[in-house]
């Protein structure tokens, strides 16, 4: 079964808001990665949370993490027409692991 | 941009046919994998590699068979390829000692009719 499970599975916003997508998943991990992936194309990692961080900031994005409820949440701040693409949480659960990927959601950021 | 590739971006063939679906990495990554993404974005592991020699199969049972002789290359091969393999399917590689990101290929969308 899938580990890592996004909500909402689809998002649509206007351009210049905020749009924050969450995950959950269900065994312990290492570390939790956020990955875009534009239409037709392969994965773009974006950001990476280990287990014992709570935040994280790249740019317009804040990675949270919350290993007591094993939930993460992803926020794209000042959102563009340009951050529309489907967007993974992905789970490693330590050495000789493999990541799994929730099922993903699907942002769609109008002009 | 990732030193990762694949070919062909698409292909369109007839059942029964055998293909190969190729990805190289340019990285010295130790680590590879092939994915298989249905339609509603879902992402299973097939097959992976930790090194020449070494293949596994993934979560997702497949027909498809791999092979690593050269650490840059993780080529995939359907000996018969059939409709219900139509699907995008994604390599990516993982560097040794692997915590960190994934690099992925751009895929090869396969459609058999």
């Known amino acids: 079964s899938q580990q890592g499970e996004e909500d909402p599975q689809a998002l649509s916003i206007q351009e210049g808001e905020n749009a924050t997508m969450n995950c959950s998943y269900k065994?312990?991990?290492?570390?939790l990665q956020w990955y875009r992936q534009n239409s037709g194309r392969g994965l773009v990692h974006l950001i990476l949370?280990?287990?014992?961080?709570r935040e994280k900031h790249s740019g317009r994005l804040r990675v949270t993490l919350d290993t007591s409820k094993k939930s993460s949440s992803l926020l794209i701040t000042a959102s563009r027409a340009a951050d529309t693409a489907s967007y993974f949480c992905?789970?490693?659960?330590?050495?000789?692991?493999?990541?799994?990927f929730g099922k993903g959601i699907t942002l769609s950021v109008r002009p | 941009e990732a030193d990762i590739y694949q070919t062909p971006r698409y292909l369109v063939i007839g059942t029964g046919k055998k293909i190969t679906l190729e990805c190289s990495q340019t990285?010295?990554?130790?680590?590879m994998y092939w994915y298989q993404q249905d339609p509603g974005m879902e992402l299973h592991l097939i097959h992976y590699?930790?090194?020449?020699?070494?293949?596994e199969k993934g979560d997702l049972s497949s027909e498809s068979t791999v092979s690593r002789i050269r650490t840059e290359h993780f080529p995939l091969t359907l000996e018969s390829a059939r409709p219900s393999h139509t699907s995008q399917y994604l390599c990516?590689?993982?560097?040794?000692?692997?915590?960190?990101?994934?690099?992925f290929g751009p895929g090869t969308r396969l459609t058999v009719l």
């Open positions: 949370i280990r287990s014992n961080e």
């Open positions: 590699s930790y090194g020449v020699n070494s293949t």
């Open positions: 990516a590689s993982l560097p040794a000692g692997g915590y960190n990101e994934q690099f």
């Open positions: 065994t312990s991990i290492n570390n």
């Open positions: 992905a789970t490693f659960a330590g050495a000789n692991s493999k990541l799994t």
């Open positions: 990285m010295g990554h130790d680590k």
